[in-house]
């Protein structure tokens, strides 16, 4: 068994096609095919289904591909402690970003990267929370940057900042005419949220306990959608303070401060507990530091270089 057979299973298991797995690892089919066939033979299982189309692992398939990914993660664990040691270049970075934090962050990070980090290949996913937690547990993921808590023990957590959330109300809305919205006067029949947004802050926004079954939730997409909803529909939603300066004038005139408490959220690198690569997570800790406003960073970040 070599890390090449199985980087080739996993290739199978994205692709769900021999042709476009070969393709992806830079080899030839008949390679391929080969090699994963002798992997079988040795382990005397199928792991493929090879009468599906497109092709399916088999049960026992499924249980081996998942421990390959996590070999081949220990693996490049290994690669960077070398690299680390030697100074030599990070390599790849795979990352997760929740979707709502996503539109302020991603083209300043992408920006950051290419100026200062050039041979840097950087691969990027924004996707909802639980599906990046599943992704960084099979260790499809280097490193996302989610809103805490995660909740996850086999997960780290490095808080990296923090910001408050505003209102973006409707002029409809009786919110609209005060300067400043107390927290526990939310209304629940007015609100839009994303689906996996708010209403785990319940000590932050009361209405989670009292009324959720009149919560206008919408599943899944941007806060930009959810504000040209509440545009159209009346009532208002919850913005992170980041989102205001992707705002025009016209939109910030409907943004009210929250107080009572005033809501926010930790946003965090969320990495597994076996991680390694270091050097790589102060790269992206240095890019977040040129991006975020210094007086939201958190003080560990902003005084200290990360250490697993």
């Known amino acids: 068994m070599t890390l090449q057979q199985l980087e080739y299973i996993v290739a199978v298991d994205e692709q769900r096609h021999f042709v476009r797995a070969a393709e992806s690892c830079g080899v030839t089919q008949s390679t391929l095919s080969s090699l994963i066939q002798k992997l079988e ?9 090879r009468s599906c189309h497109p092709i399916e692992p088999t049960a026992l398939g499924r249980e081996i591909i998942a421990q390959a990914r996590v070999v081949l993660f220990n693996a490049s664990q290994m690669e960077e402690l070398v690299s680390t040691h030697k100074d030599l ?4 970075i795979s990352l997760g970003v929740a979707s709502t934090i996503a539109p302020f962050i991603l083209p300043r990070l992408f920006s950051y990267m290419q100026k200062n980090h050039p041979d840097v290949v950087l691969h990027v996913e924004e996707a909802r929370v639980e599906t990046l937690k599943a992704k960084l547990q099979r260790a499809e993921l280097d490193v ?31 919110l609209y005419a005060e300067d400043r919205v107390d927290t526990q006067h939310l ?13 785990p802050n319940v000590e932050q926004f009361p209405f989670c306990v009292r009324d959720i079954s009149s919560v206008s939730i919408y599943a899944a997409g941007s806060i930009e959608t959810l504000m040209r909803i509440v ?10 303070e980041l989102q205001l300066s992707l705002m025009s004038a016209e939109e910030r005139a409907h943004v009210r401060e929250l107080h009572n408490p005033v809501p926010g959220r930790e946003v965090a690198f969320v990495v597994r507990r076996d991680f390694v690569r270091q050097r790589m997570l102060n790269i992206l800790a240095d890019a977040i530091k040129s991006i975020i406003p210094t007086d939201m960073l958190d003080d560990r970040i902003k005084k200290f270089a990360i250490k697993l």
């Open 41 to 49: 033979a040795e382990l005397d299982v199928m792991i493929f289904d």
């Open 89 to 92: 270049s990070v390599g790849n």
């Open 144 to 174: 996302a940057i989610l809103a805490m808590p995660v909740s996850e023990d086999n997960l780290l957590e490095i808080p990296i900042f923090r910001e408050r959330y505003v209102a973006y109300v409707s002029p409809t809305s009786a």
């Open 187 to 199: 209304r629940a029949d007015e609100i839009w949220v994303l689906g996996e947004s708010y209403c």
């Open 231 to 240: 545009d159209e529909n009346g009532g208002y939603t919850i913005v992170p």
